[in-house]
């Protein structure tokens, strides 16, 4: 059973491009978080979807960021327009549908750099 | 204003003797907590949890307590290894679907 898979591992853009990160969650996962760590600092909710439903974007920056989990694929994760300030780690998680109190599988993260 | 706090930043602690990580969190909602240990350049994983309704979990050399009258938390790890030098976080969610909310991380290191 593959874990969470994100890709890419690291993604380089200029200031004004836009950035995309994969997110494919655990098999039978349909619950996908997405976070971001920035230097020197913890882990920082961002968005938390299930199939083609946004659940809680109370942490995603109010303007140029979005994500999708579609009905098929992958999360997707997109920043327009980056700037330097968006250069972090991006991690992706996934938990089951069912049960309570399950933890979240964690992918090995997305290092976005901006220049 | 962090719900979930984790006040020192960093700890050594001499191999074989016991490292313990503290978490303070504020939502009275939590019912649900959660350790998870990330080494450089690689995604957190998963380690140990409990919920509201226990005040101890125990695996292998990792216990966690909880005490919710103070609503606090801790790891203990013992004996400590150096492969235990990470950083851990520790993790709280409120109910089935909500989303985890994570401190800021404590640094272990385990000096041999």
């Known amino acids: 059973n593959a874990g969470v898979m994100q890709n890419p591992r690291h993604l380089v853009r200029r200031r004004g491009q836009e950035a995309r990160l994969r997110c494919s969650p655990m098999?039978?996962?349909?619950?996908v978080y997405w976070y971001r760590q920035l230097p020197e600092e913890g882990l920082k909710f961002m968005v938390y979807?299930?199939?083609?439903?946004?659940?809680?974007e109370s942490g995603m920056p109010k303007e140029r960021f979005s994500a999708e989990f579609p009905k098929e694929g992958p999360s997707i994760l997109r920043i327009q327009q980056v700037v330097r300030g968006d250069s972090a780690a991006y991690f992706c998680?996934?938990?089951?549908?069912?049960?309570?109190?399950?933890?979240?599988?964690f992918g090995q993260g997305t290092r976005l750099t901006v220049v | 204003d962090q719900q979930v706090k984790q006040n020192s930043p960093s700890l050594s602690v001499q191999e074989g003797r016991i490292s313990i990580l503290n978490c303070d969190y504020t939502n009275s909602m939590f019912d649900y907590f959660l350790w998870y240990k990330k080494y450089p350049a690689e995604g957190p994983t998963f380690l140990i949890s409990?919920?509201?309704?226990?005040d101890k979990n125990e695996d292998g050399r990792f216990t966690v307590f909880l005490n919710k009258s103070a609503k606090h938390l801790s790891l203990h790890i013992v004996p400590s290894q150096p492969g235990d030098s990470a950083v851990y976080f520790c993790a709280a969610s409120a109910m089935y679907g909500q989303n985890f909310v994570f401190g800021p991380g404590t640094r272990l290191s385990v000096l041999p």
């Open positions: 409990i919920s509201s309704i226990k």
């Open positions: 979807l299930q199939k083609e439903n946004i659940i809680d």
């Open positions: 998680a996934s938990s089951p549908q069912t049960g309570r109190y399950t933890e979240a599988f």
């Open positions: 098999k039978g996962h349909s619950h």
